[in-house]
């Protein structure tokens, strides 16, 4: 594997707070890589960071496929293969399931109506709304909202894509369900993906690799069974936020 996004010495204050301090790892192709760390540990500043939503301090080198994309608007950074999700369900209010998939692939196929409604139903398809093209996003359910999340980014035909706790308000079925729509994705697509999430065991199975963070800062890398068994990682994460047992079956 080569690697697709290289972090080094990324930072970012806002006024007296520290939110990301000298985060450096890499992303090889291909991987699933999670982003673990309780609230406010920097995963979501992370993620702004990245697509360009805003600017690291000073000194940062963020390249992702052998560009720099420190100081790129978030559109530019996005046309270059960075596809990215919300915590909160952000549909386009107004229009329809399809609708929405096509708009995330205007950039993609700017000329071809034609094929964009192509793109658009196929992953529609692919993540369970088929049948769903012309019903208006505002009556669907939080669980296809998720799914149209993950089609609306695809859509851009993403080398990099960025889930940002896609699990959240939803049940068991559900996870267990988005979970293996994400491993299909991964798999059918070719895709590279980065996962933020809190619910531990879901994630554990989905990454290969793991990085935690604490007060913005990277504190372990490695295996999901090793992280789970970090030190810090526990004192950071497991043994402040998640019950013991929920730790162990992770584990």
């Known amino acids: ?114 094929a964009l409604d192509e793109r658009a139903r196929s992953l529609l398809g692919q993540v369970g709304l088929a049948g769903k093209e012309a019903t208006p996003v505002e009556v669907l359910s939080y669980g296809d909202q998720r799914r149209l999340e993950i089609a ?24 267990a369900d988005l979970s293996a729509l994400i ?5 059918a697509e070719g895709l590279t993906v980065v996962l933020i999430e809190h619910k531990l065991r879901e994630f554990m199975r989905l990454v290969d690799r793991v990085v935690a963070l604490d007060f913005g800062e990277v504190i372990a890398q490695g295996l999901p069974e090793d992280i789970v068994r970090h030190p810090a990682v526990i004192e950071a994460y497991i043994g402040r936020d998640v019950p013991e047992t929920e730790a162990a079956h992770a584990a």
């Open 1 to 114: 594997m080569s690697t697709l996004l290289d972090l080094a010495n990324v930072n970012k204050h806002f006024g007296g707070l520290h939110a990301v301090r000298n985060v450096t790892f890499s992303v090889q192709r291909g991987e699933v890589v999670g982003i673990l760390g309780p609230n406010g540990a920097g995963k979501t500043t992370l993620y702004n960071l990245l697509t360009g939503f805003i600017r690291p301090d000073a000194g940062a080198r963020i390249v992702f496929d052998g560009r720099d994309v420190v100081g790129m608007p978030p559109h530019r950074v996005a046309a270059l293969g960075i596809s990215r999700t919300f915590q909160l369900c952000r549909p386009f209010v107004g229009m329809s399931v399809l609708e929405n998939v096509i708009v995330g692939g205007l950039g993609t196929h700017r000329h071809d109506g034609a």
């Open 152 to 175: 609306r980014a695809l859509a851009a035909r993403p080398k990099l894509l960025l889930l940002d706790e896609p699990f959240a308000g939803l049940g068991s079925g559900e996870i």
């Open 183 to 187: 491993r299909q994705v991964h798999a």
